[in-house]
């Protein structure tokens, strides 16, 4: 068995069942996905949208390609002919753009909000008061070619174990409080994306679904 094999069977007997394994494989070659895909994953996370339309091209087509960077407006049309799920909307203007070119090309794009949660300067993510009067603006209620299906977070890069576990909670009690409020009767919104390589396991104890967890599988990113 390949380590890459190995390393996936070891993180998902360790995962509940009801959280998904997002396996992260930007900077990682071709081979290396294949590796992974040989051994029955099928969800794979990029960040870059030119490295992701070349894999994109090379790799069997009933991979599910998550994106799960920093969205550019101006690259949200390469992506959308064949993304299952984007994690990291950060603007209502970011959504009107995907929703715009998603009707172009006539099809509905899963999108996560990507909540500021962590105690750093990062640049990304609505703020908990920002998302939630962006949803209270029910503008987004238009936009009929993307469909809101929870929220994504990413703790601090911190080793104090309380803190992250404080910041995922954080992004999970205001899950449950937009929930409440905006999407109590859709099933639907249901997503919780948290948790690294480093603190998945934390992140599981926050309700997290989906975990996105690169070097744990792949080992180091080759820049
Ligand atoms: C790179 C990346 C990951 C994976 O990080 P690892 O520490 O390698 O598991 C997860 N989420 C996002 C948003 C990333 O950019």
């Avoid at 008061?129 to 977070?153: R, Y």
Wanted: charged share 25%; hydrophobic share 40%; proline share 1%.
């Amino acid at each position: 068995m390949s380590t890459i094999a190995e390393n996936i069977r070891l993180i998902r007997k360790g995962l509940s069942k009801e959280v998904e394994l997002v396996a992260v494989s930007k900077y990682h070659p071709i081979e290396s996905i294949k590796l992974a895909y040989a051994c029955g994953q099928r969800v794979f996370g990029e960040s870059h949208v030119q490295e992701l339309t070349q894999k994109y091209k090379l790799l069997p087509k009933d991979i599910e390609w998550h994106f799960i960077g920093h969205l550019q407006t101006n690259k949200v049309k390469l992506i959308i002919p064949f993304i299952s799920l984007i994690h990291a909307v950060d603007s209502f203007k970011l959504l009107c753009e995907i929703n715009k070119q998603a009707q172009k090309q006539q099809r509905c794009i899963a999108c996560l909000l990507q909540l500021h949660v962590a105690n750093e300067e990062s640049k990304f993510g609505f703020s908990l008061s920002a998302c939630e009067q962006m949803l209270a603006n029910s503008e987004w209620k238009n936009l009929t070619s993307i469909k809101l299906k929870g929220v994504m977070c990413m703790a601090s890069n911190v080793d104090d174990e309380a803190q992250i576990n404080g910041e995922f909670k954080d992004a999970y009690d205001f899950f449950l409080h937009i929930k409440e409020l905006f999407f109590s009767d859709d099933d639907e919104f249901c997503l919780r994306s948290w948790g690294m390589s480093h603190d998945y396991k934390i992140a599981m104890r926050q309700g997290s679904t989906l975990v996105r967890i690169g070097s744990d599988i792949f080992g180091d990113r080759q820049y």
